[in-house]
T-cell receptor, first 116, second 112 residues
Framework: AAGVIQSPRHLIKEKRETATLKCYPI?????VYWYQQGPGQDPQFLIS???????DKGSIPDRFSAQQFSDYHSELNMSSLELGDSALYFC???????????????FGEGSRLTVL | GENVEQHPSTLSVQEGDSAVIKCTYS??????FPWYKQELGKGPQLIID?????GEKKDQRIAVTLNKTAKHFSLHITETQPEDSAVYFC???????????FGSGTRLQVQP
């Protein structure tokens, strides 16, 4: 079965540089979520999109922005990178079943960002 | 917002024993409670979930119980196997939003 695809899987950047992460949700999933997971931490919700509109906002820094495109893929843009931004970034997607939101989140394998 | 607490942070059991992980949540409006298993370097994998209209759900060796009055839910794994070793996260979602709030995780080690 198709899963959530994230790219790149690994990314190394210098401080103050920018980075873009991409997420391709499972086909026919219309909601995309971004989570940040530091070493030994639980995933922290950043932002989500439903039908290309922002639906929820969590602890996303002002230096970060995201959007969902017409094909439902999403991109997380991170600028002025700091050492503390080093983390695993997960994308998840949710389906609608019979017109109802089911609530299940399916996660990708993550993008590991290292800021030097 | 929602706050989810999870215990214990680490759990070591012998192969074949049972493991229980407990979570509490703060928002009485929460209605969806999934459990995720995360292996090293991988994304969280949904293993079981329960909605607020039921008190218990079972899937082979895994079961989840929910006590809405006390606002807590638990994961039960029976006949543990070494491949059950991973970090397990509970999560909760309230009716007002789509995103999940996660607990702090439990590192389960099953000793062969």
């Amino acid at each position: 079965a198709a899963g959530v695809i994230q790219s790149p899987r690994h990314l190394i950047k210098e401080k103050r540089e920018t980075a873009t992460l991409k997420c391709y949700p499972i086909p026919r999933h219309d909601t995309v979520y971004w989570y940040q997971q530091g070493p030994g931490q639980d995933p922290q919700f950043l932002i989500s999109f439903y039908e290309k509109m922002q639906s929820d906002k969590g602890s996303i820094p002002d230096r970060f922005s995201a959007q969902q495109f017409s094909d439902y893929h999403s991109e997380l843009n991170m600028s002025s990178l700091e050492l503390g931004d080093s983390a695993l970034y997960f994308c998840a997607s949710s389906p609608r079943t019979g017109g109802s939101y089911t609530g299940e989140l399916f996660f990708g394998e993550g993008s590991r960002l290292t800021v030097l | 917002g929602e706050n989810v607490e999870q215990h214990p942070s680490t759990l070591s059991v012998q192969e074949g024993d049972s493991a229980v992980i407990k979570c509490t949540y703060s928002d009485s409006a929460s209605n969806y409670f999934p459990w995720y298993k995360q292996e090293l370097g991988k994304g969280p994998q949904l293993i079981i979930d329960i909605r607020s209209n039921v008190g218990e759900k079972k899937d082979q060796r895994i079961a989840v119980t929910l006590n809405k009055t006390a606002k807590h839910f638990s994961l039960h794994i029976t006949e543990t196997q070494p491949e059950d070793s991973a970090v397990y996260f509970c999560a909760a979602r309230d009716t007002g939003r789509r995103a999940l709030t996660f607990g702090s995780g439990t590192r389960l080690q099953v000793q062969p």
